[in-house]
């Protein structure tokens, strides 16, 4: 095969170039690589299948906008990856958001039994309470939120994903949580019987 030993650039620079070849061989030297840190974002394998078809498709569109001098082949290519796999997860963050389990594991109900029927709709107004008072945060606090709670991300770990300060998705994070508590006690819960007024 015609690039199988050419160095990283040089296949960057060939794919630039319209040379098929080339990105063949770049495709099996880190489809894996990419397929591996698509996974760890969106976690399920069909999406990071296409995230990751869909990062070579950029690749040989792109291929000129690669910068040696900056960043090594196998960080850029992560880097393109991290960004359209949350771009995926943003995509389908409504279908991700009605899936999760964190929404039911939430403490609303006793531990002791099943809850009664008006008890289990009060369980199901304030989940689709909080459903909706997470839909109107801003993208990047929903974004952080969804790393954090819904995909059991660290702190430190979104950072990495998102390339931004630590201090920063703390912040974020926080101002996510302290909207939401905000904005959950505008309105009184269905259980709300302390007769405040």
Same mark, same amino acid.
């Given at each position: 095969?015609? @690039?199988? !030993? ?15 070849? =080339? ?24 999406? =990071? ?6 990062? @070579?498709? /950029?690749?040989?569109?792109? =291929?000129?906008?690669? /910068? ?15 960004? +359209? ?6 995509? +389908? ?14 403490? @609303? /109900? !006793? ?15 304030? !989940?689709? +309470? ?10 990047? /606090? &929903?974004?952080?939120?969804?790393? =954090?709670? @819904? #995909?059991?991300?660290?702190?430190? &770990? ?34 709300? #019987?302390?007769?405040?007024?």
């Amino acid at each position: 095969m015609k @690039f199988e !030993k050419s160095d990283d650039t040089v296949l960057i620079r060939s794919i630039a170039e319209a040379e098929a070849g =080339a990105l063949e061989a770049l495709y099996d030297r880190y489809n894996r690589l990419v397929f591996s840190v698509a996974l760890a974002i969106v976690s399920d394998h069909a999406v =990071a299948e296409e995230v990751m078809l869909d990062v @070579f498709v /950029q690749v040989w569109r792109g =291929a000129r906008t690669y /910068q040696p001098e900056r960043a090594k082949v196998s960080t850029w290519l992560a880097a393109i990856t991290r960004h +359209h796999a949350i771009d995926v997860l943003r995509w +389908h963050s409504a279908r991700l958001d009605q899936s999760s389990l964190y929404l039911d594991d939430l403490p @609303f /109900q !006793k531990e002791s039994g099943t809850p009664d029927p008006q008890e289990a709709v009060e369980i199901t107004l304030q !989940k689709e +309470h909080i459903r909706q008072a997470v839909a109107q945060l801003p993208a990047n /606090q &929903q974004e952080a939120l969804m790393l =954090a709670y @819904f #995909k059991g991300y660290s702190h430190q &770990q979104i950072a990495e994903l998102l390339e931004e300060p630590l201090g920063t998705i703390k912040t974020r994070i926080r101002g996510a949580m302290q909207r939401l508590r905000a904005m959950l006690m505008e309105e009184p819960q269905p259980s709300d #019987k302390s007769g405040r007024g």
